[in-house]
């Protein structure tokens, strides 16, 4: 009568230390993808302002007119900084606003008042410009 007892107590021991253990897994399981997956791709961007002008930079005037931006190709130097001062020229809704797509820059021209727009030119390659619409285009041709 005391054997039967206790291999059931034995029985209901490890019982409950199987359910312990097996529960303790699964809450140790399912934090860990989610803690990963939230962690990488912090980096990308540029999230750095507009540098305020640069008194050594290098003034470029560009015309928006309804012919489209004049110069339409910039030539700069690795590491140069330029300010394009644009000047809208026509009351074409379609040159109102003139963006740089890869630098994040979107900016307001109102008809005849100049609009100053510092960039840096960090590496080799075009920084493309263009009109609020994607319709006219410019670049900086950087070397
Ligand atoms: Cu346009």
Known sequence: MSHAHAAALALSLSLAGLA???SAVACKGSPEPSASAASPGSV???ATPAPATDPNARRVDITASEKGYSP???PAKKGES???RFTRTTESECLSAVEFPD???KRDLPVNKPVDIPIRAEKT???KFQCGMAMLFGKIVVE
């Open 20 to 22: 312990a253990l097996s």
């Open 44 to 46: 990308g961007g540029s």
């Open 72 to 74: 339409s190709s910039i």
């Open 82 to 84: 330029l300010t394009l």
């Open 103 to 105: 630098l994040k820059i």
């Open 125 to 127: 390659g075009d920084i």
